[in-house]
């Protein structure tokens, strides 16, 4: 992430009527414990698959992956995480995770707040229930670059994202210009407005936002 005051919002999140704000210290821990449970428990080839919607635990596993040195592969179907060997999937997407042939599959439940997913397949592990009991900080070496892939070819981050920037987007991850948005806002320091539902307009002037990626919005630079 690029450098910023870690006490302030970082990512919200709008789900329908749920509104979750992380600071970037609150999400730097989670970039940790995720980054720790990869290196600790799933340090094998390939990459780490990511097959998620827009969420702020997305955001934060994004940032482990890289942090952790491995190459992200973001999706938007089971049948792409066949190279990896450890994929992050909604719980609804574990056994097409398993049978596209993936070792280690765990499994989010797309809660506003991460709640544990509940009952899941065989082999099948919960990420909300593991990741807690791993290190709050991460000792291992500042990787040069990030890997990241979206449907097998490497992504470059948008840029004419600033530090002061508060970007609101609603494309999923798995879209080329959606991670592309995350990327560059995440580079640059700026602080993301993820919103899966609700009035996007009205998301936009109560938080602020001052540049938009997957929707017009009246007032807002698009970018591209």
């Known amino acids: 992430m690029g450098e910023r005051d870690p006490a302030q919002p970082l990512l919200t999140l709008y789900d329908g009527d749920a509104r979750v704000e992380l600071s970037g210290a609150t999400t730097a821990n989670w970039v940790a414990k995720s980054a720790n449970l990869l290196v600790d428990s799933f340090d094998g080839p390939g990459p780490v698959g990511l097959l998620l919607p827009l969420h702020w635990q997305t955001v934060a596993l994004l940032l482990a992956v890289v942090t952790a040195d491995r190459t992200a592969l973001l999706v938007a179907d089971a049948h792409e995480l066949g190279r990896c060997g450890v994929a992050f999937v909604l719980a609804e997407d574990a056994e097409g995770a398993l049978d596209?042939?993936?070792?280690?599959?765990?499994?989010?439940?797309?809660?506003?707040?991460?709640?544990?997913?509940?009952?899941?397949?065989?082999?099948?592990?919960?990420?909300?229930?593991?990741?807690?009991?791993?290190?709050?900080?991460?000792?291992?070496?500042?990787?040069?670059?990030?890997?990241?892939e979206v449907g097998g070819r490497p992504l470059k981050a948008l840029s004419g994202i600033s530090a002061e920037d508060r970007l609101l987007t609603t494309l999923a991850p798995s879209d080329r210009l959606g991670a592309a948005a995350l990327v560059g806002a995440l580079q640059a320091g700026a602080s993301l407005i993820l919103v899966r539902g609700g009035d996007t307009a009205a998301v936009a002037a109560a938080e602020r936002a001052t540049v938009t990626a997957g929707t017009a919005v009246p007032g807002l630079t698009w970018v591209a």
Do not use: T
């Not at 009952?119 to 990241?148: C, K, M, N, Q, T």
């Open 100 to 148: 596209s042939g993936v070792d280690d599959v765990l499994a989010l439940s797309g809660h506003p707040l991460g709640a544990p997913a509940g009952p899941l397949p065989a082999l099948v592990l919960d990420y909300a229930r593991e990741v807690p009991s791993y290190g709050d900080h991460f000792a291992g070496p500042r990787p040069a670059a990030g890997r990241i």
